[in-house]
Structure formats: C-alpha cells, structure tokens
C-alpha cells in the first residue's frame, strides 16, 4: 500500500460514520422523550429530558461541523473542543438514560 492518501473515499467514510452517529443520537434523544412522557412526567424526568436534548444538539452541532468540514479539498483533523463536545454529549446521554429508568 502506498503511503498516500485516499482523497476520494476516506472523508466520504467519515462523513457517513458522523451520520450515522448522528443518526443513533437522535434514536437515543427520542428513546429519552417516550420514557420521560410516558405515565406522566416527574420533574426529574423533565429535568433529565432537558438536559438529554441539550446533549444531542451540542452534538449535533459538531456533527454538522464535522461533516461540512469534510467537503474541503483537505479536511482538517477534529479540533480538541470538537472531541471534548462530542464525549461530552455521549456520555452525558448515556448518564441522563440512567437517571431516567430509575
């Protein structure tokens, strides 16, 4: 293999992997909606909804980003802000699903 890069198929990958992430956050965020509606709503589950749909736009936010990033002739590597969001918001759904099954 030669030490050259791909410069057709590599962003076109990481633009679909970004979507595909995206599109699994947002099955996360409107799981967290059904659960929080369902039987009524608590103030935690208000509470934790909330905070559940701030995470899933700050991620889509860099998702965005990401992906129009990848239009460019020589897309530039993720920033450490964007990485730092994107764990951020994972891990803060995963977190906000817990709070609201228990």
Do not use: N
């Amino acid at each position: 293999m030669s030490g050259g890069r791909d410069p057709g198929l590599q962003p076109e990958r990481t633009r679909l992997a970004w979507r595909r992430t995206t599109l699994s956050c947002t099955v996360v965020a409107l799981l967290a909606a059904k659960q929080a509606l369902h039987d009524g709503t608590s103030p935690a589950a208000a509470v934790a909804l909330s905070l559940s749909a701030a995470a899933w736009l700050g991620f889509l936010w860099v998702a965005q980003r990401r992906v129009l990033g990848m239009g460019a002739a020589r897309p530039l590597p993720l920033s450490t802000g964007g990485a730092l969001v994107t764990a951020g918001c994972t891990v803060a759904l995963a977190v906000f699903a817990t709070v609201m099954l228990f």
